[in-house]
């Protein structure tokens, strides 16, 4: 699976962004979508995550409340609506692809859970 995440941009705090996870040459339904970030000198983080086919998802403390994970099946992506921006969402967005399987409700927050990754997108919110 080929992930490509765009959408990024510079946003003052309080805006929104969307950002979208696209594929190439396998359906996205078919796999658990995870969104995550890495800030300069910070390590990767979870922010959001969606069972394959939509039913089951998960959101970072930070995120809830303010970031939407949904599906487009029409459109074979994975969307991350983030509202309410603030200078601390400021990072490199990720999209990250995994097969289903049983031990990806305990693991959807690490990393390492995830086969394919995305080459990211630069969100910059500025205060």
């Known amino acids: 699976v080929q992930l490509q995440a765009s959408g990024g941009g510079l946003v003052q705090a309080g805006g929104s962004l969307r950002l979208s996870c696209a594929a190439s040459?396998?359906?996205?339904?078919?796999?658990?979508i995870g969104w995550f970030r890495q800030a300069p000198g910070k390590e990767r983080e979870f922010v959001a995550a969606?069972?394959?086919?939509?039913?089951?998802?998960y959101y970072a403390d930070s995120a809830k409340g303010r970031f939407t994970i949904s599906r487009d099946n029409a459109k074979n992506t994975v969307d991350l609506q983030m509202n309410s921006l603030k200078s601390e969402d400021t990072a490199v967005y990720y999209c990250?692809?995994?097969?289903?399987?049983?031990?990806?409700?305990?693991?959807?927050?690490?990393?390492?859970?995830?086969?394919?990754w995305g080459q990211g997108t630069q969100v910059t919110v500025s205060s």
């Open positions: 990250a692809a995994d097969w289903p399987g049983p031990p990806w409700y305990n693991n959807y927050f690490r990393g390492d859970e995830y086969d394919y």
């Open positions: 969606n069972s394959w086919g939509g039913g089951t998802t």
């Open positions: 040459g396998r359906t996205l339904s078919s796999w658990a």
